[in-house]
């Protein structure tokens, strides 16, 4: 197997040595060869065809970029993540989720969610879900792979979050609201949902403040690369993600 060149590639007007890939062999050096600083940024190049995807999720590794850059792939140390079973809301939360009048689903609108994802991003601070990234991750959810929790109110849909399941790992990647805890809301129903199929370690990549109040925490890149092997061979089963409406509240 051919391995891949490194680059001088200038990141933020950082010159820094990266691994350039090959689109066309499917191959990603060892995760625990990313940098220090940039946290995590370990390669270059590639596509984000299913395989590929597929084999970064298998392995620790995303990819996150902006309009314009090249695919970035990154396994940033420590790791953001949280057992299904530490997902609960919060006295307060609870209180407002029953007031709140919510109901659920799971991989019913998909599209929508990452597009919804994208939309209220950009209005922020950009966006990374760019529209490749979009017509990818669509592509995963059509394989099987990729899925998306909504959270409806009167009929409208109001948060939801989409991720990667592959065996008994979840691996989350955006959430969105336009109700106040619509999104905490989807994310305890992942937990809820992820507690019933026996997924056992949501991948949260990266913790930051809101992802602190959910509960997610730090774990050491090597604890979590180690664990994968056995958390991505454990099959579920077929039709653990079928498209439904969830009938308890989380």
Not at 134 to 152: F, M, N
Not at 176 to 191: D, M, P, Q, T
Not at 198 to 213: A, G, R, Y
Request: glycine letters at 6%; aromatic letters at 10%; one cysteine or more.
């Amino acid at each position: 197997m051919r391995l891949p060149a490194t680059l001088c590639f200038l990141y933020r007007r950082c010159p820094i040595a990266l691994y350039q890939l090959d689109p066309l062999q499917v191959y990603f050096p060892p995760a625990q060869l990313a940098l220090d600083s940039p946290n995590g940024l370990l390669a270059i190049g590639g596509d984000l065809t299913p395989d590929w995807l597929v084999k970064a999720y298998q392995n620790g590794i995303f990819p996150w970029f902006n309009l314009g850059e090249p695919i970035l792939w990154w396994s940033p140390d420590p790791r953001g993540v949280i057992l299904p079973a530490e997902v609960h809301p919060n006295k307060s939360l609870r209180k407002y989720l029953r007031k709140a009048e919510f109901s659920y689903s799971v991989n019913q609108a998909f599209s929508q969610v990452i597009q919804n994802c994208a939309t209220l991003r950009q209005k922020t601070d950009g966006t990374w879900i760019t529209e490749e990234m979009i017509q990818a991750y669509i592509q995963l959810h059509q394989q099987g792979y990729a899925h998306s929790i909504e959270v409806w109110q009167s009929q409208k849909l109001v948060g939801g979050l989409y991720g990667i399941n592959i065996g008994r790992l979840f691996c989350g990647e955006s959430m969105f609201h336009i109700v106040s805890n619509a999104s905490k809301a989807a994310f305890c129903c992942l937990g809820q949902l992820c507690r019933q199929l026996e997924i056992e370690l949501i991948d949260c990549q990266m913790v930051n403040p809101h992802l602190e109040t959910l509960g997610v925490y730090q774990m050491p890149r090597e604890q979590f690369l180690a664990r994968l092997p056995e958390l991505t061979q454990k099959a579920l089963d077929k039709d653990a993600w079928k498209a439904r409406e969830l009938s308890n509240e989380p």
